[in-house]
Structure formats: C-alpha cells, structure tokens
C-alpha cells in the first residue's frame, strides 16, 4: 500500500511540474508601436506598447491590421506608404514633415524601450 501510495505522490508531483512549465511558456505578446520623425532628426524615436494579445499569432494579426488600417487611411494631404515592415506618412503641405512607424510583437518579458532607470 505504501508503494501505491508513493507512485501516486509522484504522478501528482510530475503533472503538476508538467502544468507549470505549460503555463510559464504560454506568456503574452505586446505589440510594440515605433516612430521616428525623418524630418526632424532632433526629435528622439518614441517608442510605446499599443496592444496586447494572448497569443503570438493573434498579435502577428493585431499588426496586420494596424499596417492595413494605415495604409488604407485617406486623410488629404497625406501620403501613406507601406515599405515591408515599415509605415512612411508624409505630409504633402509645408512644412512638410516624413514620419516612419514600425509595429513590432515581442513577449510581455520583453520591453524594447530598456532598462528602466532607478
């Protein structure tokens, strides 16, 4: 009886190590918003979260629609170019003004802005 009760102690043990390296590998994803002002090279690239998701895919899908929806934005007087990873938005009236975004998704350990300072 001993034995059976042993053995069952450390089924217990093992599937609850196994949950908790499942649950530690299933973090979430931050969409990371970027922008840079070409234009004005005095001004320091902003960098801020602009979306979380669950999964790496839904955030892959959460920027997809961020460049779609910024591509497809039909403001006058502003040019909007999508260059692979990179969205360029132009002002077409002085001063005109050239902006680039990058949208990027990292795991929620992850913050691409640095260390913070103390």
Same mark, same amino acid.
């Given at each position: 009886?001993?034995?059976? %009760?042993?053995?069952?102690?450390?089924?217990?043990?093992?599937s609850l190590l196994a949950s908790a390296a499942t649950a530690?590998?299933?973090?979430?994803?931050?969409?990371?918003?970027?922008?840079?002002?070409? %234009?004005? *090279?005095? @001004?320091?690239?902003?960098?801020? *979260?602009?979306?979380?998701?669950?999964?790496?895919?839904?955030?892959?899908?959460?920027?997809?629609? @961020?460049?779609?929806?910024?591509?497809?934005?039909?403001? *006058?007087?502003i040019t909007v170019t999508r260059l692979g990873e990179l969205?360029?938005?132009?002002?077409?009236?002085?001063?005109? %003004?050239?902006?680039?975004?990058?949208?990027?998704?990292?795991?929620? %350990?992850?913050?691409?802005?640095?260390? @913070?300072?103390k």
């Amino acid at each position: 009886m001993t034995l059976l %009760t042993r053995r069952a102690s450390l089924l217990v043990v093992f599937s609850l190590l196994a949950s908790a390296a499942t649950a530690y590998a299933e973090c979430a994803w931050v969409l990371w918003a970027s922008a840079s002002v070409l %234009t004005a *090279p005095e @001004k320091p690239r902003e960098t801020w *979260p602009d979306g979380a998701f669950p999964t790496r895919a839904e955030c892959d899908a959460g920027r997809d629609r @961020k460049f779609a929806g910024m591509v497809t934005s039909n403001t *006058p007087g502003i040019t909007v170019t999508r260059l692979g990873e990179l969205i360029s938005v132009m002002t077409n009236e002085p001063p005109r %003004t050239l902006t680039t975004y990058s949208f990027t998704c990292l795991p929620d %350990t992850v913050d691409p802005r640095g260390p @913070k300072g103390k």
